[in-house]
């Protein structure tokens, strides 16, 4: 894209106001292959030693897209620490969102690392409380990874059955969806 010199230029201008936009453009690098030094060279930026989600929140978008690229580049014990900050960050603001994102996350990375019966307690933690508390927008993940766990564990039709039933609300014909199918 051409638009992106640019952009680096901005948020390297913007100090700690370019935290968020150098996370996305981190995020989008991921999706074009860039590199993945390059890439944490951005989130490192963008995270500021925490204080994107001291500021932000563990709900904040960016935060999520800091998590999601670290785990595509396979760095998942940075990952681990930003997920534990939102968990940190949540309990301390009482966010049941901000707690649900971490935890969905958390699932995530624990599939990535090969740890299914971690990963399915924290995806089953994450349906139950996002069912519950009606958060749409973290559904289609929360669903996706515990089925992935129950089909890494050799049990395809009690996943087929977790999705027969997700309450996918508002994010039909959303990204989150592709993720979830």
Do not use: C
Request: proline fraction near 3%; charge should be negative; avoid cysteine.
């Amino acid at each position: 894209n051409q638009r992106l010199p640019g952009l680096r230029e901005l948020a390297a201008r913007a100090g700690s106001g370019g935290r968020s936009l150098r996370v996305l453009l981190a995020f989008r690098l991921v999706f074009d292959a860039g590199r993945g030094d390059e890439v944490l060279a951005l989130i490192e930026q963008g995270l500021d030693g925490g204080r994107l989600v001291k500021d932000e929140s563990a709900e904040a978008i960016e935060v999520t897209w800091a998590v999601r690229a670290l785990t595509f580049i396979d760095e998942l014990q940075r990952a681990e620490r930003v997920v534990d900050e939102m968990t940190i960050d949540a309990r301390k603001r009482g966010s049941v969102t901000g707690y649900v994102f971490a935890t969905v996350w958390r699932a995530g990375i624990a599939l990535r690392r090969g740890l299914v019966a971690a990963g399915e307690a924290d995806a089953r933690a994450a349906v139950e409380l996002a069912t519950e508390h009606d958060l749409h927008v973290i559904a289609p993940h929360a669903y996706a990874f515990l089925a992935q766990a129950l089909i890494e564990q050799g049990a395809p039709e009690d996943a087929r059955r977790v999705l027969a039933h997700a309450e996918l609300g508002p994010m039909r014909g959303t990204r989150p969806e592709s993720r979830f199918l």
